[in-house]
């Protein structure tokens, strides 16, 4: 039964790495962006959560109502304002502005917050679990976690093939010049795109805040479990990004049930593993 609850709770750890995941992966598939502050971003969320639950006393879940719309506010601004004038053949401009937003991210949250580590509490919603075998229990926290990874992705995967800005999103990542010239506007389109990721973002920071501890400089780590949940899954593909999420936990469970101290490796060594046997991912690109 050890074996099978250090896969179970992997399984269930991959909703998170998901959803730190799903973020990059539209953004990769619309404009073939690389946003290297997207960590930083979420961890920015955490304590955006954090700010709101002390100021008002809501529930840490709550506390999304106002959280989500003020990430989106901010991802819209920032790509109008900055990432779309980094956009075009050639990669290296949005790599090293996003890079410069990492480092102002960091600082930034560390001269506001200081270097103290904070965390929310959500009451037994962190503690509660059940039992679906002898020795094997279900936290309502990782579970909760997961189920909303997959609302999450089925909402995303909804937009992109049934609605309006789902075309849009898909036309410009295909064509972005044919695009223009069908009337569509590509900044108000990655606007967008940027708004939808970092309401994403503002769940998973949520979450993060929740489950750990976070601090000023943990963005660099969730930016690593993000990048490589989506390179196992295959760029562009959002049902993939999943999967990569859940390889990743199950591979980090598994290790770190050999050996506390092999965890990490062993979530690094699947993603080499994959990377080499299918260097485009497991699942083609759908975006």
């Known amino acids: 039964m050890i074996w099978i609850n250090a896969v179970m709770q992997g399984v269930l750890v991959g909703g998170l790495y998901a959803l730190f995941a799903a973020g990059l992966s539209l953004i990769f598939g619309v404009m073939r962006l690389v946003n290297i502050a997207h960590g930083d971003f979420i961890v920015a969320a955490s304590y955006l959560a954090w700010t709101i639950v002390h100021a008002t006393g809501l529930h840490p879940l709550a506390s999304l109502i106002l959280v989500a719309p003020i990430a989106a506010g901010v991802g819209y601004a920032l790509q109008r304002g900055v990432l779309n004038h980094t956009l075009g053949d050639d990669i290296l401009p949005p790599l090293l502005v996003t890079f410069g937003l990492s480092v102002i991210v960091q600082n930034g949250l560390l ?3 200081t270097a103290d580590t904070r965390k929310l509490d959500a009451g037994a919603l962190e503690t509660g679990s059940f039992e679906i075998l002898p020795g094997v229990a279900i936290g309502y926290l990782p579970l909760l976690m997961f189920v909303t ?12 093939y049934a609605t309006g800005l789902g075309r849009a999103f898909r036309a410009t990542s295909d064509d972005r010049e044919i695009a223009m010239l069908m009337g569509l506007d590509n900044r108000k389109v990655y606007a967008s795109a940027m708004a939808l990721s970092f309401t994403v973002v503002a769940v998973a920071g949520v979450f993060l805040a929740i489950r750990s501890n976070f601090d000023p400089f943990m963005g660099p780590g969730r930016l690593i479990f993000g990048f490589e949940a989506v390179i196992i899954g295959g760029l562009g593909n959002l049902w ?10 199950v591979a980090q469970g598994v290790g770190a049930e050999i050996n506390p101290g092999w965890q990490l490796l062993a979530g690094h060594l699947a993603f080499l593993l994959v990377l080499a046997v299918k260097p485009r991912g497991l699942f083609p690109r759908m975006l």
């Open 149 to 160: 990874a997959i609302v999450v992705i089925a909402g995303l995967q909804f937009l992109f």
């Open 240 to 249: 993939g990004t999943l999967v990569g999420g859940v390889i990743l936990g």
């Open 111 to 113: 001269q506001i917050f």
